[in-house]
Structure formats: C-alpha cells, structure tokens
C-alpha cells in the first residue's frame, strides 16, 4: 500500500460545482502539504499544514479551502470549481526535523474541470 | 526564500553520467539543497539533499560549490529510466517552519 494516497485519481466535474480531494497517509508525519501542477511548470503549494490545529495558505490558495480532519487526512475542497483549475493535484507528507527530512508525495489526482 | 535556476533541459547519452546544474545564489546559511525527480506524471520522488558537503547516495551525488550559491546532480551511469523532470529545490524557511518551493525543474531525456 502507498504511503501517502489520493482520492480520486481522475475526476472531470462541471463549473460551478463543489469537488473535495482527500489525502491519507500512513507516515505517521505531522506535515501535509497540497500542490498543483498545470502542464509544462513545477508545483506550486496551495496549502500546507504543520499540525491538526495548524493550516497555512501556500502561493496559490485563492480558490481552496483545506481541512486537516486528522494526523493523517488532509482534504482540499474547490468551492466552486472553474476552469482554470484543471491541473494535476499532489498531495504530500513530511516529518519535523532539524531541516534535514524528504517530502513523501501521493501519485496525484488528475482534476478537469469543464 | 532563496530561488533557483535550472535549465530546462538536458540530454544524456545512456551510460554516461548526467551532471545537472543548479543556481542557488541567494541561499541562506541554514538552508539545505534537496533535489527532487518527477517521472512522467507521477508524484515527486526524493534523490538527496545537503547543506555545505558534497553527498553520495545509491542514486546519485550532490557537489555543492564552496559558496553555497550553485551545486550540481550527478547521476553517474544514466540509465533510459532516469529520464525525468529533475528540481533543485532550496527548503525555504518562514516563521521558523519549513516549507518547499519548486521551480520548473530541468527535463532530463536519457537517450540509447
């Protein structure tokens, strides 16, 4: 089983509409964090959050909301879905350190909205 | 948070090593040098990291320059399978905690 899933992988939905992407992880990590990534640029981070009480907005979280329901569930919700949303979605964990710690990633869940 | 620059593309002839540079020129003292890999469409996968010292790891090995500002990847017998999209990503620090920034990468094609 993969440490760090998404749920959906795939998920064409219609503009306007609410979509909700959930992250698990069976890291036992405190840090979770959500990116996008549209065709041709690197990620950028939406949200990311340290702990269960704590959630930060990223470069680009016009648009998402997150809920960080426990250790290991972080979900991020398009309120109202619009085209410039499409991309590809990581979802990713890591673990507090002294800086010298890896980033774990989902496989992505791949979001079109039409 | 300290920027980087990669080129965004590479080839490399099978079997031969790969160098792929970095420039990190506004680094801060505390801040490591990690390098990420993303093979098709798949999630990010961690090669190395380091802050002052050159590194070495099953997959590859990080030199970083005396003055921190650029360090350079070396996957040292390219394989077709090490082609990818390659990040050097500085951890950026804000309010004392730890987020990463990735750029647009460089996309490595690994050629017969």
């Known amino acids: 089983d993969a440490d760090v899933t998404q749920t959906p992988r795939n998920r064409i939905t219609k503009t306007g509409k609410r979509i909700m992407l959930e992250c698990s992880q069976t890291k036992g990590h405190d840090r979770m964090y959500w990116y996008r990534q549209d065709p041709g640029l690197g990620l950028r981070l939406i949200y990311y959050s340290f702990d269960v009480k704590d959630i930060n907005k990223g470069e680009i979280s016009d648009g998402y909301s997150v809920s960080r329901q426990a250790q290991a569930k972080f979900s991020l919700s398009l309120e109202s879905a619009i085209p410039n949303q499409t991309a590809l979605y990581f979802c990713?964990?890591?673990?507090?350190?002294?800086?010298?710690?890896?980033?774990?990633f989902g496989q992505g869940t791949r979001l079109t909205v039409v | 948070d300290a920027k980087t620059t990669q080129p965004p593309s590479m080839d490399c002839a099978e079997g031969r090593a790969a160098n792929l540079p970095c420039n990190h020129s506004?680094?801060?003292?505390?801040?490591?040098v990690y390098w990420y890999r993303q093979i098709h469409s798949q999630g990010p996968q961690y090669i190395i990291h380091g802050l002052k010292n050159n590194e070495t790891n099953e997959m590859a090995s990080l030199i970083i320059t005396e003055d921190r500002k650029s360090s350079t990847l070396i996957l040292p017998h390219a394989t077709l399978r090490d082609t990818a999209v390659y990040y050097c990503i500085v951890r950026a620090s804000t309010s004392g905690t730890y987020k990463y920034i990735f750029g647009t990468g460089t996309r490595l094609k690994v050629l017969a």
């Open positions: 506004t680094i801060s003292g505390n801040e490591y």
């Open positions: 990713a964990t890591s673990d507090p350190g002294a800086g010298m710690t890896e980033a774990f």
